[in-house]
């Protein structure tokens, strides 16, 4: 099986930085998009940017210009470089691959939609 484990979260003053990663574990082979999504308390979970397997990315307006996201697909992982970072920022960041190819065994599987398990993101003096 797969699965994807965030680190990086925490407390951090307005305007200040935080990195989040994200790294895939398993015998993977291939990962397609990998993206990081956020949830504020009483919000509904939102896109922040995506990074397809060719290095195209996209962001939310809210973060065009504070955030970028990259990976290593060497490492089977996702960063997210988080600068700038307001009080409206805090939320549970989590990140997504939409495919992972692994194996297991003599045979290929893919895992669709694959989530981490979030990391607290707070933003606050």
């Known amino acids: 099986q797969v699965q994807l484990v965030e680190s990086g979260g925490g407390l951090v003053q307005p305007g200040g930085s935080l990195r989040l990663s994200c790294a895939a574990s398993g015998n993977i082979f291939s990962i397609n998009a990998m993206g990081w999504y956020r949830q504020a308390p009483e919000k509904l979970r939102e896109l922040v940017a995506v990074?397809?397997?060719?290095?195209?990315?996209n962001y939310a307006d809210s973060v065009k210009g504070r955030f970028t996201i990259s990976r290593d697909n060497a490492k089977n992982t996702v960063y997210l470089q988080m600068n700038s970072l307001k009080p409206e920022d805090t939320a549970v960041y989590s990140c997504?691959?939409?495919?992972?190819?692994?194996?297991?065994?003599?045979?290929?599987?893919?895992?669709?939609?694959?989530w981490g398990q979030g990391t607290q993101v707070t933003v606050s003096s």
């Open positions: 990074i397809t397997g060719d290095g195209t990315t």
């Open positions: 997504n691959a939409d495919r992972i190819g692994y194996r297991r065994g003599s045979y290929l599987y893919t895992s669709n939609n694959v």
